[in-house]
Structures are given as C-alpha cells and as structure tokens.
C-alpha cells in the first residue's frame, strides 16, 4: 500500500537557522501531497498541497516542492523561529482510496 | 466559523466500557474523517463519510469499532468494551470537497484514556 516516510524524528535549530524535513512517499500515478503542522493540544493545520510534479506549494515561509522522480516533497524554511517548534506531517492521498497516509511527523524544536 | 468540534475533550473509562465520541464537522463540509493519534503509530485513519454515506472504514478495528453519521452536522465514533491499547487521541476532520485530496480541518481531538 502507500506510505509515507519522514527521515527525522526530531529535528533541533537554533532561530534564524535553515530547516529541512526530509519526506519520501510510495504511491502510484500522481497523488497529492500534504504539509501539515500540529501544535500541543490542537489538531493537525493545514499547511499546503501539491498535486502535480514540481509544481511548489508555500505557506507562513515554508515550501515545498513534488518531486516525481525522487518521489519526494521534502519541507523547508529559510529561517526558523521559536514560535516555528511544533510536529510537522506529510501526508500523501491515496488515490486509489479515499484516505490520506500521515508519515509519522517530525518534532521541531527552535531554541531562543 | 466554529470549526471542527469534538466533545468530550477528555474521556476516562474503565476496561470493558462503552466510550461515544462526538463531531460537528464545519458546517457546508461534505466529508468528515476519523483518526486515532498514538505516540507509537502516529495518524492513523480509522473511517471515512461523504455526504453521510459511509465510503471506507478500512482503517477501523472491526470488532469493536463503530461509526455513524445520522446527519450532516454530526457524527459518532463508538467504541464497545473497551481496551487499554485503545487509549489514544481520536482526531475528527471535515473536509469541503468529498474526497481525501484536498484541505482537512481537523478538530481538537478527544483524549481517550482506559484504565
């Protein structure tokens, strides 16, 4: 079946350092993929999609671009805040089903 | 906008209980998800509605796991007998359009926990 696979489980920065989640799926065809972000105590945010190949998603400073070939879509910030730590998911839509696959989600911490 | 809202935020139950977790998906929303949320497994899709209709439960354990939608405002996730390893955060999202590829916008979630 599809999955998801993210590389680091936590990731630790300094502010104004640059950040890299690492994301690789498995799925057939061309499946959307997905960003969210999930505070303490809150549900999963939105925080962009991409659905074609090397078409770029952004939001709030962090892009993303769908990477058929590598199949990846790999997070980045050019320059973290503190305000930035939390658990960050990628997630891939099954198109032969109607769920999304969460990879397992990478803590972010950013320290002062 | 309310958004996604889910009650209990904490539920406590004794093994062998019944729990009923409860969701009012965003109001226009024609699909409403359910996850469960561990430290261990992660996100993990448990059930899925549109337009009321179920359309795949394949992530739901089938024994003892139940869902309904009995209208378009809300929708239940029943767990009978309850088990220790069912402890977990239980994740409701609504999404606009009726499939799982594009924005979901997920609830607080209830923290269930089974002593």
């Known amino acids: 079946g599809d999955s998801v696979t993210q590389t680091e489980g936590q990731v630790a920065l300094s502010e104004e350092d640059f950040l890299t989640i690492h994301c690789n799926y498995s799925?057939?065809?061309?499946?959307?993929l997905f960003w969210y972000v999930q505070y303490p105590g809150e549900g999963p945010q939105f925080l962009f999609r991409?659905?074609?190949?090397?078409e770029k998603g952004s939001s709030r400073g962090f892009e993303a671009t769908y990477d058929k070939g590598t199949t990846s879509f790999h997070l980045r910030k050019a320059s973290v805040q503190e305000s930035d730590s939390a658990v960050y998911y990628c997630?891939?839509?099954?198109?032969?089903?109607?769920?999304?696959?969460f990879g397992k989600g990478t803590h972010l911490h950013v320290l002062p | 906008n309310a958004g996604v809202i889910q009650t209990p935020r904490h539920k406590v139950t004794g093994k062998g209980q019944e729990a009923t977790l409860w969701c009012e998906p965003i109001?226009?929303?024609?699909?409403v998800f359910w996850y469960r949320q561990t430290i261990v497994q992660g996100l993990e899709f448990l059930t899925y509605?549109?337009?009321?209709?179920?359309?795949?439960d394949s992530g739901m354990p089938k024994e003892r796991f139940s869902a309904q939608m009995p209208n378009q405002s809300h929708s239940t996730l029943k767990i009978q007998s309850t088990q220790p390893q069912d402890s977990a955060v239980y994740l409701c999202?609504?999404?606009?359009?009726?499939?799982?590829?594009?924005?979901?916008?997920f609830g607080p979630g209830t923290r269930l926990t089974v002593l």
């Open positions: 999202a609504s999404s606009l359009v009726g499939t799982g590829g594009y924005e979901q916008y």
């Open positions: 799925a057939s065809g061309y499946p959307a």
């Open positions: 991409a659905s074609r190949d090397k």
């Open positions: 997630a891939c839509h099954d198109t032969n089903a109607y769920k999304v696959i």
């Open positions: 109001s226009g929303h024609s699909a």
């Open positions: 509605f549109r337009n009321q209709a179920p359309i795949d």
